[in-house]
């Protein structure tokens, strides 16, 4: 199964920790998307990367909060010092191409990684 | 300012009976429009989609329809089955990628 695989499933941080989520896109695909999906809220755009560059980081935090998709290895979101309000589902998305093609026939997603800080 | 609205936030349907999900968008170059399942502990899964250039697409069970002068789009389910309860999301999509509703939980009735 060469879906998009994000680890881990659940994370368990303390307030002040730091959390590492990490995501492996589809073979073949390039383009990395982060959505987070805060309780009764819709998937919110966080991040677009393609290999070692962010291409649009519109719906990051302005603080804590990075993103990387290095030249080698999985797309890593790390949210520094971490609050109660983190507290959410974190999905990746990988496609082929952004914009029309890629829009059409949609994102792969991940199963998410549940961040929960306590 | 949600450029995506889905104003059910759920919808009970008996099973056998069609299930009608609704979303409005408000920016009228959006090229593309899809649908996304996901049920709980999952990510979501590709359902369905239709270019602006059309106003039905069908697949199986599953309808899209899209009126472009109202900005208002919906899917059909027809007959809706038990397997169909999830979360449904809306989304919009252009150059600049996809834009997703809040979602609408759709419970099948037995």
């Known amino acids: 199964n060469a879906g998009v695989m994000q680890n881990p499933r659940h994370l368990v941080r303390r307030r002040g920790q730091e959390a590492r989520l990490r995501c492996s896109p589809m073979k073949g695909h390039s383009h990395v998307y982060w959505y987070r999906q805060l309780p009764e809220e819709g998937l919110k755009f966080m991040v677009y990367l393609q290999k070692e560059n962010i291409i649009d980081e519109s719906g990051m935090p302005k603080e804590r909060f990075s993103a990387e998709f290095p030249k080698e290895g999985p797309s890593i979101l790390r949210i520094q010092q971490v609050v109660r309000g983190d507290s959410a589902a974190y999905f990746c998305?990988?496609?082929?191409?952004?914009?029309?093609?890629?829009?059409?026939?949609?994102?792969?997603f991940g199963s998410g990684t549940r961040l929960t800080v306590v | 300012d949600q450029q995506v609205k889905q104003n059910s936030p759920s919808l009970s349907v008996q099973e056998g009976r069609i299930s009608i999900l609704n979303c409005d968008y408000t920016n009228s170059m959006f090229d593309y429009f899809l649908w996304y399942k996901k049920y709980p502990a999952e990510g979501p899964t590709f359902l369905i989609s239709i270019s602006s250039i059309k106003d039905k697409n069908e697949d199986g069970r599953f309808t899209v329809f899209l009126n472009k002068s109202a900005k208002h789009l919906s899917l059909h389910i027809v007959p809706s089955q038990p397997g169909d309860s999830a979360v449904y999301f809306c989304?919009?999509?252009?150059?600049?990628?996809?834009?997703f509703g809040k979602g609408t939980h759709l419970i099948i009735q037995p």
């Open positions: 989304a919009t999509g252009g150059a600049d990628g996809l834009t």
């Open positions: 998305a990988s496609s082929v191409r952004r914009g029309r093609q890629g829009t059409l026939y949609g994102y792969t």
